[in-house]
């Protein structure tokens, strides 16, 4: 149970309701749909993927160098502006080079939470001595991406039931909107003692990141392992998940219903990220989800026209994704030093993003061939994921 009136409680509630207005976007039920009103194809939404991920990628560093010296609070106000832009560019967005631009600015912003919401909870933790609570902690900030979203899908899907430009336009403006109230809130976000106060060299900076990830090479192999199933479970799967859905026979107006219910399920399963760490090891955990995840994708891939089969393996998908972050947190942050754990996080992140970047380029030619095609090949790159090892690292082994 955490302690009350503390840093991390403060950080923790500000976090939570900051991401509840941010993860908002009321486009998100019928993006898929949305693409393909404005001329995008298959192969052209990978390649919009693949620029959000380019824009994470150039981001990660300067980003997560930022708040090791000046505090995450600065990086979360940068991310808050380029997200409202990229919202902004979506209006009238008509040419694939202005969806690419797009998400490549949404991707920047990412990047200035990438690792520095981490670092900012974690070092909140430390200074009540209950980073052990990490999981716990990221748990209850996941959850705010499902609880507003729950409204947001389902409105989103009603206001959009008749596909037209002026109701996805409508959509954009709602989330815009959403995206301001963060950039407020961030405001009251407060940098624990000493975080942000980095003030060696650029690359001395970058070079510590590097030494401590060589320092506890099970950091990187853990990473692979969620970033390898979350690429295709999560990344993949749910930007073509409404055109399946559609694609099933599901009337539009009921997209947003589904994706909502899924949206509490998640909720659900993040407050009880607690619960299930004290009643079965984070590595098995890990494991499980992951072959849990490449099932699903299997399923989709082979009988995901039929709505029993599909509605199933979303569950099972929305399942992975809540459980595998927080408990993959918990897990890395206990081997990172803390003058440098934005940065190392990131230098993490990049390899995310070049994951990300290869996959969605290999996997671009399949997608004009089918979603058969295209969702066996994400299983097949979440089975390479969960064939990464992960294991437990003691304190003493950490010292060594």
């Known amino acids: 149970m955490m302690k009350k009136g503390t840093l991390a409680a403060h950080n923790i509630r500000v976090l939570f309701w900051a991401d509840l207005f941010g993860s908002v976007k009321f486009i998100q039920p019928v993006l898929a749909l949305f693409y393909f009103s ?31 010296r000046y505090g995450a609070k600065r990086a979360f106000l940068l991310g808050s502006v380029f997200s409202i832009i990229s919202h902004a560019m979506l209006l009238g967005a008509d ?13 920047f912003a990412a990047s200035c939470f990438s690792g520095a919401d981490e670092a900012l909870i974690y070092e909140s933790l430390k200074a009540s001595n209950e980073e052990h609570l990490m999981d716990q902690a990221m748990g209850i900030i996941q959850s705010a991406q499902f609880v507003v979203t729950v409204a947001a899908l389902v409105i989103g899907a009603l206001v959009a039931k008749d596909l037209t430009n002026g109701q996805f336009n409508l959509l954009i403006v709602l989330g815009i909107v959403f995206q301001c109230v963060r950039l407020v809130l961030v405001f ?123 509605f199933g393996a979303m ?43 290869l996959i969605f380029s290999s996997v671009g030619a399949l997608a004009t061939m089918g979603f058969s095609y295209l969702f066996l090949a994400s299983a097949a790159v979440a089975l390479i994921g969960c064939l990464m090892p992960i294991r437990f690292v003691s304190p003493q082994e950490k010292r060594q």
């Open 38 to 68: 404005r001329g995008l194809d298959e192969a052209l939404i990978l390649w919009v993927m693949f620029c959000w991920s380019f824009g994470v990628l150039v981001g990660e560093v300067p980003t997560s160098m930022l708040a090791d």
């Open 95 to 107: 040419e694939p080079w202005l969806f690419f631009m797009s998400n490549f600015l949404s991707g």
């Open 188 to 310: 009251l976000v407060k940098n624990p003692p000493g975080h942000g106060a980095y003030r060696g060299q650029p690359l001395s900076q970058v070079k510590e990141g590097m030494l401590a990830i060589r320092q506890a090479p099970q950091v990187l192999w853990m990473f692979l392992n969620v970033t390898l199933v979350f690429i295709p479970t999560t990344a993949i799967f749910e930007n073509f998940s409404d055109k399946l859905l559609y694609d099933a026979g599901l009337p539009v107006s009921f997209i947003g219903v589904v994706l909502g219910s899924l949206a509490v399920f998640s909720f659900v399963v993040s407050r009880s990220i607690g619960w299930l760490t004290t009643r079965f090891s984070r590595i098995g955990l890990m494991h499980a989800t992951g072959a849990l995840g490449v099932l699903a994708l299997v399923i989709v891939a082979l009988d995901g026209d039929a709505l029993f089969s599909l």
């Open 315 to 357: 569950v099972a998908l929305r399942f992975v994704r809540t459980v595998r972050y927080p408990v993959y947190s918990q897990l890395s942050n206990a081997l990172i030093p803390s003058h440098v754990r934005a940065t190392t996080i990131s230098l993490l992140s990049i390899v995310d993003s070049l994951c990300d970047m």
